[in-house]
Nanobody
Framework: VQLQASGGGLVQAGGSLRLSCAAS????????MGWYRQAPGKQRELVAA???????NYADSVKGRFTISRDNAKNTVYLQMPGLKPEDTAVYYC??????????????WGQGTLVTVSS
C-alpha cells in the first residue's frame, strides 16, 4: 500500500495550492482520510479530515479557508488551500485508514509534501 502526495510548492502569501494524495495497492476499503502538517520545531498537527461518507473536520487555524474533499472512485483526497499565510508553511502529510480484506483497519502515511508561503 502506498499513499502518494503531490501539489506542494512555493507560493506568495495570499496564493493558493491544491494538494492531492492517492492510495494505491491492495486493500478492501478506504475509511477516514486526512491531512496533517508539521512546521519546523513543532509537532505534527491535524489540518483536516474527511470520512468515507464525506463528513469533514478542520483545525481552527484553517477553518473557513481550506477545503478537504475526496474522490472515492480514485481513492484520492484533496486539500484546496486558498488564502495561504506564512504560518501555513510546513510539510504536509496525507493519512488514510484502510480496511483489509480479512478485517482490521490500518493507518498509512504519505511521504510528505513541502508547502512554503513567503511573505
Amino acid at each position: 500500500v502506498q499513499l502518494q502526495a503531490s501539489g506542494g510548492g512555493l507560493v506568495q502569501a495570499g496564493g493558493s495550492l491544491r494538494l492531492s494524495c492517492a492510495a494505491s495497492g491492495t486493500f478492501f476499503t478506504v475509511n477516514d482520510m486526512g491531512w496533517y502538517r508539521q512546521a519546523p520545531g513543532k509537532q505534527r498537527e491535524l489540518v483536516a479530515a474527511i470520512t468515507s461518507g464525506g463528513s469533514t473536520n478542520y483545525a481552527d487555524s484553517v477553518k473557513g479557508r481550506f477545503t478537504i474533499s475526496r474522490d472515492n472512485a480514485k481513492n484520492t483526497v484533496y486539500l484546496q488551500m486558498p488564502g495561504l499565510k506564512p504560518e501555513d508553511t510546513a510539510v504536509y502529510y496525507c493519512n488514510a485508514v484502510l480496511g483489509g480484506y480479512y478485517g482490521g483497519a490500518y493507518d498509512y502515511w504519505g511521504q510528505g509534501t513541502l508547502v512554503t508561503v513567503s511573505s
